[in-house]
């Protein structure tokens, strides 16, 4: 059964293969990027705040659907 599913998505793989290896520079600098502005929030203790902020706005209110 694995065989057919790798059968299956291996063209699909070597497409999302290609695209990765020919923008690995910009994901690299996007990656950075996201490290430095969490360093920075985590630094400031904004992050805390945020957090705090989301917590309340999406969460509080919450409920299970079941």
């Known amino acids: 059964m694995?065989?057919?599913?790798?059968a299956a998505w291996i063209e699909r793989f070597g497409r999302v293969s290609s695209w990765v290896?020919?923008?690995h520079r910009l994901i690299q600098?996007?990656?950075?990027?996201m490290l430095i502005t969490v360093g920075l929030l985590l630094l400031t203790g904004v992050r805390e705040g945020l957090?705090?902020?989301?917590?309340a706005e999406l969460v509080s209110g919450f409920q299970v659907p079941i």
């Open 51 to 55: 957090t705090r902020w989301l917590q």
């Open 21 to 23: 290896r020919d923008h």
């Open 2 to 6: 694995p065989f057919i599913l790798a």
């Open 29 to 33: 600098t996007l990656g950075g990027g």
